[in-house]
């Protein structure tokens, strides 16, 4: 891609462009968003006669305190936050606890409509301010490399059921901590340190000698480049580095730079015939591409984004949507396609950015939603914890990848997360296939290799429809062991619940008490029933008990075969052929087994996925987490996909990138704090 | 790391000729400037999956009077500067796993202490930039961790290991620390990005000036670092002028270019201990570039998996791994240090950390030292102990020689006789008399077996004669495999069987009976 330097456009008439733009793609009401802190709230009276004796400053259980929320200095975000949590809490019946005073439903209503009308109605839609962020060690990999046209490797044999790093930046570069919003991309908190900057140094030492090599060397460059060459093929590499047309000013500055620091080396000679000057060229180029890729512009996003500060809602330029668009679905820089469709304009007309995203979701570098955005929105690294064998487990971890990037990329409609009559599995998985299995073409193992990691294929599900979706692959079953642990993910990954921590004195599950046989289950049910235990554990146990008829590898065991060890037995843990998958949702619904749940899921709690799928995949395209200013977004996406029966990720994604916080910021002026 | 795994990396150059190394820009006769004496250094050469015994073990052989064995061939020409020490290990068996932390740790049960090379390099680093460096070729094998370790930090833990000989270059030589060159151009550098960041800073908002600080403190805090760097003494040497490794396309290349950065860190004195493992114990690699299409592992177990094509392509790897001792040592040879060269003032371990690759002993484990390490052992010598000896003993001898103060390693607390005298107990074997018998086209001879140094030709056998020609056994695969001929190499047979006279040579081509003159009979004998 270096060599290719982009014809960029006259400029064109921007703001006349923006304006029709806005009336045909960006239709958004604008609007100012509250901030700073609000006034003091009347403490209203379900509040007073029902919570405040666990949640107030004397005794603020679950770190919630409502005298605090409600006081003068609080931020409205911070209201809305905790505020938000509580009505829908109290709405479904978990707040207060059950051993606790009840409100009356006329109560419960009265309280609800107070919440609208503070918290719901008054609430704008706005973009937020516009915040400059650096690219995570993933981003930075993909840009330096798309920039440069070449992988950085490292020289390491790689051999089967050995895991090597097998890029120099994966290796060198700190791991990202998920920022606020839970993913890595949100590196708001992760500020530039020493660490990276040796180890950014060390790694364009490493790759400006590797592009500067007989292999990579740019053509602008070969020969022997008289001084102009080398000062156009710097200025166009900033420009594709910057991911944008610079302003004029910024490319004449940097000319006066270049030609001063070319001064200092050569004087006044313009050309570099002998080798010594031509081994002095290197070093110059080298230097000055080193300044380009050690600058805040190169390493953030957003530093060059052109706009007025005004402290009101504008569209981004069409480079900085390009580049959103790009981190979203690639995490990658624009490639020349999207850069040339930003310097004509065209980016911004609907047809030809829907054109755009249509391209990069058909480009293999989308792999990137599924292998970035839903590897952390879904925790699927765990499943590296399951087999210490790597083919077994790249075996378990690629199938839900595989399966995700279908969904995203071939625009299937967004229940398919749950429930699919499509899967992909090779023969470290075929195991779990009974018939299915026979779809796959016929492997022969080569001599000599003792185990070795394989592609899935593409199957049909017909007999093993319990594992249709995501919920019920082996290795997410297994990630997630014992059914705590895949109720909490259930409800937290896939119904986009928040659950506190568990206190920490819970203590261990007890024994069945003498004489009698006990379940797991009925165990458990012993040990959580204290009513502060059921606020939680009423939404997690009967989701994870509905998959009490996968065992801990993920294998599936039908209660009629189901056979307990003698030790089990002996112990009276497991009453023979008991597997109780039955329960019953905290909103009412009853299942019988695992599939009830899922027509539960894909049907009366559509509306919660769906609203789940959009908060997560929103807060990876704005790399950021969500504030109260958003709801009004998320809102209105979700009730539009909710009301399509066969909305799909396609329409997700086209409705996260033409949203309001997508294509619109704010640009605060100095004085606005 | 997974099904495309890109084996093109080891294609690359399986046509073609190997490439030549780059040439070092040095001279090797350039001493470095006020030096009195040159330290003393300590390198680890780690070989996987053991070896196939009846090639790699000395067929009899005394302390000065011995004959290399025919896997020892490719580094025979260093034969004076070599101690070859022979019956080290423990009885039993081993994992892959437990074995390789036995190499340099003693024993696998040593689980709570540094390695022998982390103890070492703590006492001999003094202001060396790396106390050690810790290298490899291949990732990690996690379904038996412990197979792709040998070095052991202070609290027994794993350290982590490099595979790039570019990397370990860069970390070594062009940390702006270390070298004045560096450090002048991160100035410079410093200088050009804080002028763009200020530009920035004119159109930034407030939360953006925040993270433009976040950045100019970096800078700034650089800039310190390089001030206290620049009060320090210039090394001696000027860094920039060391080649820097090409990119390798293979093993083979990854390999020398990475013993080429270790001698050169040596010499440059930027560190003093180096452990470079040749490959994980249990290693899936595949060595393409040799015309091999199977797994190491799958071939290191020569029996069970036994075809005469895998135990040739066994034999092939591990002469392959020989050749890299070889070149190691050669390297070492051509840098001038102090009044010597840089392998005599050094201590080279060489050796896998079990014996037999198929049954995996912990007994006969190929230990190999190199090097005088200035005065520290005496080489020329092939050592094979009368009893076994635990490998901790070598570990604790080599403490003491490098000063280390300890009384036990390993559970081991008697020292290893014999490393810098001959007051050790050789291996007793009983005498017997060798001689042969030739007669219309039967041959019958009695003497020591061996496997041919010619190692294209493993079918080939010799019993050796005192006085004599040694007489050729070339036989079809039927009798190979019938009186398990390579069994019994390194032991005196009784042989009996078909064959003609060329010359001086006596060739068999018909084993008709082979009898043990001691006893050994197949599976009786540990290893």
Request: with cysteine.
């Amino acid at each position: 891609m270096l060599a290719k330097i982009i014809a960029f456009a006259p400029p064109l008439h921007r703001a006349a462009m923006l304006g029709f733009v806005l009336t045909v793609l960006w239709n958004v009401p604008s609007a100012h968003a509250q901030s700073g802190p609000a006034d003091q709230l009347a403490i209203p009276g379900l509040i007073q006669s029902y919570c405040l004796d666990c949640h107030a400053t004397h005794s603020a259980e679950g770190n919630i305190n409502f005298e605090a929320v409600l006081a003068p200095d609080t931020s409205f975000a911070r209201r809305f936050e905790i505020l938000s949590r509580a009505a829908e809490l109290i709405s479904d019946g978990s707040m207060p606890p059950q051993d606790e005073a009840q409100p009356s439903a006329a109560e419960r209503g009265e309280f609800q409509d107070w919440f609208e009308s503070q918290f719901v109605e008054s609430i704008q839609a706005s973009p937020g301010a516009f915040r400059v962020r650096r690219l995570s060690a993933h981003e930075y990999r993909n840009t330096l490399e798309s920039l440069l046209g070449f992988k950085l490797e490292l020289a390491v044999i790689e051999a089967e059921q050995t895991l090597s790093e097998t890029s120099l930046i994966m290796k060198l570069l700190p791991t990202d901590p998920p920022g606020p919003s839970g993913f890595t991309n949100d590196t708001s908190q992760n500020p530039l340190t020493l660490v990276l900057w040796d180890q950014y140094s060390l790694i364009l030492d490493s790759a400006l000698d590797d592009l500067l090599s007989q292999e990579h060397l740019p053509k602008e460059l070969a020969g022997e480049p008289e001084r102009e060459q080398v000062m156009n093929f710097l200025a166009s590499f900033r420009s594709q580095a910057y991911r944008r047309e610079l302003a004029q000013d910024s490319q004449q500055r940097y000319q006066t730079q270049l030609h001063k620091h070319w001064k200092e080396h050569f004087g006044n000679k313009s050309d570099c015939s002998s080798t010594s000057d031509h081994t002095l060229v290197n070093q110059f180029v080298k230097q000055e591409l080193k300044v380009t890729l050690m600058s805040p512009a190169f390493l953030h996003r957003g530093f060059l984004a052109q706009s007025e500060r005004k402290n009101r809602e504008l569209p981004v330029d069409a480079f900085e949507l390009a580049e959103r668009l790009s981190y979203f679905l690639w995490a990658d820089m624009p490639d020349e396609g999207l850069l040339e469709s930003a310097s004509n304009g065209s980016l911004l007309i609907k047809e030809e950015y829907r054109k755009q995203i249509r391209r990069m979701l058909d480009s293999p570098k989308a792999r990137n939603l599924s292998e970035d955005f839903a590897m952390q929105w879904l925790s699927l690294q765990e499943i590296e914890n399951v087999s210490n064998n790597p083919p077994t487990m790249l075996a378990l971890r690629s199938q839900p990848l595989d399966f995700l990037h279908y969904l995203f990329t071939e625009g299937r409609p967004l229940l398919e997360l749950v429930d699919s009559s499509v899967s992909f599995i090779n023969p470290h998985t075929a195991r779990y296939y009974r018939n299915e299995r026979k779809q796959l073409t016929a492997y022969r193992k080569q001599k000599g290799i003792e185990v070795e990691a394989l592609p899935n294929q593409k199957i049909q599900l017909e007999d093993s429809t319990p594992r249709g979706g995501i919920l019920s692959m082996p290795g997410v079953l297994a990630m997630n062991r014992g059914p705590i642990l895949r109720g909490t993910w259930l409800l937290e990954r896939i119904l986009g619940e928040y659950l506190p921590d568990p206190p920490a004195n819970v203590g261990q599950v007890p024994r069945s008490p003498p004489g009698q046989k006990l379940s797991f289950r009925q165990r458990f049910e012993l040990h959580r029933s204290q009513a502060s235990c059921a606020v939680c554990h009423d939404k997690i146990d009967p989701l994870g008990f509905s998959l009490e008829a996968y065992d801990a590898v993920g294998g599936y065991r039908r209660a009629a075969d189901y056979k307990p060890t003698k030790q089990q037995v002996k112990r009276g843990e497991v009453p023979e052929g008991a597997i109780d998958t039955t329960g019953q949702l905290p909103s009412g619904e009853h299942f019988k087994d695992f599939e009830g749940l899922k027509q539960i899921l894909v049907g009366e709690k559509r509306h919660e996925v769906i609203e789940n799928i959009t908060r997560r995949m929103l807060e990876f395209a704005l790399a950021r987490k969500l504030e109260y200013y958003d709801k009004p977004t998320v809102d209105k996406i979700v009730e539009e996909l909710v009301e399509d029966p066969e909305s799909t990720f396609h329409d997700l994604i086209f409705a996260i990138s033409e949203s309001l916080p997508f294509t619109h910021t704010i640009y605060e002026s100095d004085d606005a704090k | 790391m997974s099904w495309n795994v890109d084996r093109r990396r080891f294609l690359r150059s399986a046509a073609g000729p190997l490439l030549p190394l780059p040439l070092l820009n040095l001279m090797t006769s350039q001493t470095r400037a006020g030096e009195q004496k040159p330290p003393i250094r300590f390198v680890t050469l780690f070989k996987p999956n053991g070896v196939h015994p009846p090639s790699w073990n000395i067929s009899g052989g005394q302390e000065f009077d011995f004959r290399m064995s025919p896997l020892m061939q490719p580094f025979a020409e260093h034969k004076q500067d070599l101690l070859i020490l022979d019956n080290m290990g423990d009885f039993g068996f081993s994992s892959h796993a437990n074995s390789t932390r036995r190499f340099l740790s003693g024993h696998h049960k040593n689980t709570k202490s540094a390695s022998v090379d982390q103890l070492i390099a703590q006492k001999i680093a003094g202001d060396t930039a790396h106390k050690s460096l810790e290298l490899t070729t291949e990732g990690l094998f996690p379904n038996q961790i412990g197979c792709s370790y040998i070095s052991y930090g202070q609290n027994g833990e794993p350290l982590p290991r490099e595979s790039d000989p570019q990397l370990v270059f860069d970390r070594v030589f062009r940390n702006p620390l270390a070298n004045p060159a560096e450090r002048k151009s991160m100035a410079s550098l410093l200088d050009r990005v804080q002028e763009d960041a200020r530009s920035l800073n004119r159109q930034a908002g407030s939360q953006d000036r925040q993270t433009l600080d976040q950045y100019m403190t970096v800078l700034r805090e650089t800039e310190k670092r390089l001030a206290t760097m620049n009060e320090k003494p210039a090394p001696k040497l000027d860094f920039s002028k060391l080649q820097r490794p090409l990119a390798p396309v293979n093993l083979n290349e990854q390999v020398e270019a990475m013993i080429d950065v270790m001698c050169l860190a040596l010499w440059t004195d930027s560190t003093r201990c180096i452990t470079y493992m040749l490959g994980n114990s249990n290693s899936r690699m595949i060595f393409d570039f040799l015309g091999i299409q199977e797994q190491h592992h799958y071939l290191s177990h020569f029996f069970r998996n036994f075809s005469r094509h895998n135990l040739d392509a066994l034999l092939k790897i591990s002469l392959w791994h020989m050749e890299k001792f070889d070149y190691l040592l050669k390297r070492m040879k051509s840098f001038q240090d102090g009044n010597g060269t840089l392998l005599e003032n050094s201590i080279v371990l060489f050796g896998s950390g079990m014996g037999h690759s198929d049954n995996h002993t912990a007994t006969r484990i190929p230990i190999v030292l190199a090097g005088q390490g200035a005065g520290r052992i005496k080489t020329g010598r092939y050592i094979r102990y009368a009893k076994n000896q635990e490998l901790g003993r070598l570990h604790l001898s080599l403490l003491k020689r490098f000063g280390v103060q300890t009384d036990s390693f390993a559970g081991s607390s008697d020292l290893l006789p014999g490393l810098q005298d001959s007051s050790y107990e050789h291996y007793f074997e009983r005498p017997f008399e060798s001689w042969v018998k030739y007669e219309d086209g039967n041959i019958t001879a009695q003497g020591r077996l061996r496997l041919s140094d010619n190692l294209d030709e493993a079918k080939v056998f010799f019993v050796d004669i005192e006085g004599e020609t040694p007489v050729r056994i070339e036989v079809s695969f039927r009798d190979f495999h019938d009186f398990n001929l390579a069994y019994h190499c390194g032991t005196a047979i009784q042989i009996q069987g078909a064959g003609k006279r060329q010359g001086e040579q006596l060739l068999m081509t018909k084993v008709l009976k082979l009898d043990s003159l001691f006893g050994h009979k197949p599976g009786t004998q540990n290893g």
